[in-house]
C-alpha cells in the first residue's frame, strides 16, 4: 500500500503540472497534503508539518533568492551582462567566438535564470554571428549549453540552493564543486557543438570587425559583481569549516559576515550600480520591483518544496525501501534517476531539483551519504538528472529554439542531445568525485 503512496505522489506533481497545468506550488502542497494523511499524520498534523517546513525552508533561502534575483536584474537592466559578451569576445578573439559564449553563458547563467539569460543575449549573439561569419546555431548552442550548465550547478540559482537547503548541504561547499563540475560540463556542450556541427566551423572570419566591438576600458571590472560574491563565498566557507578551526578574530568575523551567500551577493549587486548611467537612476525602485516579482514564484515552490520534504522526513516513508543494500554510489545513481525521469516528464530543471531532493532527503543517511562532500554530490547528481533532457515540454528549449530561428528538428537534434551527453557527463563527475572524497 505504502508504494503505491509512494508512486501516487509522484503521479499527482507529474500528472497536475502537465495535464491541468497547475503550478507546482499547488501541486507540491497537494502531495504533501494527500502524504500526511497517508503515512499516518491527521489531517491537523499534517498541516502544522507542512506549515514547519515551508517556513524553515523559506527563512533559509529566501533572502538568498532574492537577492539573486536582484542581482540578475541589475546585470541586465545595466546592461553589464552584454558588455561581458563583448569582453570575452574580444580577448578570446573572434575565431573562437563559440567557446566565448560557452564560457560567458556559464558566467552570466550563475545570477540570471537561463531562459531570461538567454533572450537579453539573443540579440547579442546575431551581432556576433554577422561580425564573425560563424552559423547562428553554432553561437546559440554554445550559449545555452553554457547557460544551462550554471543553471543547474551553480548557487544562487534557485534550484540548487533548494536542494541544499533541504538536503542540509553548505551553500558554499557547493559552490565550489557546481562550479568546477559546471566548468567542464560546459565545455562539453561546447565540444558537442564543435564534433556535430563541424562542417559549419570552416568558414571565413571577417577580421575587419574585430575592432568594433564595445568594450569598456576596464574590461576585468565588469566581472566583478558575479566575482566578488563568489571569493566572498568561498573564503567564507573554508573560514567555516570544522576542519580548519580559526580563531575567531576580527578579520573571521568580517569575513563570516561578508561572505553569507544573501550578504555577498547583494555586494555584487551593489557593484553592479557602478555601471548604470545617470538616466537610469530613477529606475532603481521599479527594478528591485521585478526582482521581487520574478523571484515570489520560485520563493512558493520551493517552500512547496521544503514543506512536501519536511513531511517524507517527518514520516515512516524511509521504510518503504530496502536502502540497506543501497551504497553511497548507487544512491547517487538514484538521485540522478530520478531527477532526470522527473525534467523529462513534466520539463522545469528547477521543479526537478526540488521534487528530487525532497524525495532524496530522508533516504541520505540510510544510503551512508552523511558528509557534507556526499551530500553536496548528491546535489550535483540531482542537478545532472535536471539537465535530462531538455526538449518540447521545456520552456527554455523553445527560448533556444525560437530567439536562435531554429527548427524543431536541429533543436532536437543538436540542443536536446546536448543535454543528454551534458547530463551524463554530470553523473559521471558525480560518481568519481564521490568515489574520491567519501
Known amino acids: 500500500m505504502n508504494y503505491l503512496l509512494f508512486i501516487g505522489l509522484i503521479c499527482i506533481i507529474l500528472f497536475s503540472t502537465i495535464k491541468f497545468k497547475i503550478n507546482p506550488f499547488y501541486s507540491l502542497l497537494i502531495s504533501a497534503l494527500i502524504a500526511g494523511i497517508g503515512f499516518g499524520f491527521d489531517i491537523t498534523k499534517s498541516i ?5 517546513g515551508f517556513t524553515n525552508i523559506l527563512i533559509g ?10 542581482l540578475g536584474i541589475f546585470l541586465e537592466k545595466t546592461g553589464t551582462t552584454k558588455k561581458m559578451v563583448n569582453v570575452f569576445v574580444e580577448m578570446l578573439g573572434t575565431k573562437n567566438s563559440p567557446i566565448s559564449l560557452n564560457m560567458i553563458g556559464f558566467i552570466i547563467s550563475i545570477p540570471v535564470f537561463c531562459d531570461a539569460a538567454f533572450i537579453l543575449l539573443s540579440s547579442v549573439i546575431k551581432e556576433v554571428s554577422k561580425k564573425t561569419g560563424y552559423k547562428l546555431i553554432i ?5 545555452a549549453t553554457g547557460l544551462f550548465s550554471a543553471h543547474v550547478f551553480v548557487p544562487p540559482t534557485p534550484g540548487p540552493i533548494a536542494a541544499a537547503e533541504i538536503i542540509d548541504a553548505p551553500i558554499g561547499l557547493l559552490l565550489i564543486v557546481g562550479l568546477f563540475t559546471g566548468i567542464i560540463v560546459s565545455i562539453m556542450g561546447y565540444l558537442w557543438t564543435r564534433v556535430s556541427l563541424k562542417k559549419y566551423y570552416n568558414i571565413p572570419i571577417i577580421k575587419s570587425e574585430e575592432k568594433s566591438l564595445d568594450v569598456s576600458k576596464n574590461k576585468f571590472l565588469i566581472f566583478t559583481p558575479i566575482l566578488v560574491p563568489i571569493v566572498l563565498i568561498t573564503v567564507y566557507s573554508f573560514v567555516e569549516s570544522p576542519y580548519y578551526n580559526l580563531q575567531n578574530t576580527l578579520l573571521t568575523d568580517l569575513i563570516i559576515t561578508l561572505g553569507k551567500p544573501e550578504i555577498a551577493i547583494l555586494i555584487g549587486s551593489f557593484l553592479s550600480l557602478f555601471y548604470i548611467q545617470k538616466k537610469q537612476v530613477n529606475q532603481l525602485y521599479n527594478w528591485i520591483g521585478i526582482a521581487v516579482k520574478n523571484s515570489f514564484n520560485i ?3 520551493t517552500g512547496a518544496g521544503g514543506a512536501f520534504g519536511f513531511i517524507l522526513r517527518s514520516s515512516n516513508f524511509i521504510e518503504l525501501f530496502n536502502t540497506n543494500q543501497i551504497n553511497g554510489v548507487e544512491g547517487v545513481i538514484i538521485a540522478f534517476i530520478m531527477s532526470a525521469v522527473i525534467k523529462t516528464v513534466q520539463g522545469s530543471s528547477t521543479v526537478s531539483i526540488i521534487t528530487t531532493a525532497a524525495f532524496i532527503a530522508p533516504l541520505l543517511t540510510s544510503f551512508g551519504i552523511t558528509t557534507d562532500i556526499g551530500k553536496v554530490l548528491t546535489i550535483v547528481a540531482i542537478g545532472s538528472g535536471a539537465m535530462t533532457v531538455s526538449h518540447v515540454n521545456d520552456s527554455y528549449f523553445w527560448v533556444v529554439s525560437k530567439y536562435s530561428d531554429l527548427e524543431l528538428k536541429n533543436a532536437l537534434r543538436y540542443f536536446t542531445i546536448a543535454t543528454l551527453i551534458q547530463g551524463l557527463v554530470g553523473l559521471s563527475l558525480s560518481i568519481t568525485l564521490y568515489i574520491l572524497l567519501t
Open 48 to 52: 502544522n508539518l507542512i506549515l514547519e
Open 61 to 70: 533561502i529566501g533572502p538568498l533568492i532574492l537577492a539573486g534575483s536582484i
Open 139 to 143: 553561437l546559440s548552442i554554445c550559449l
Open 299 to 301: 520563493i512558493l515552490i
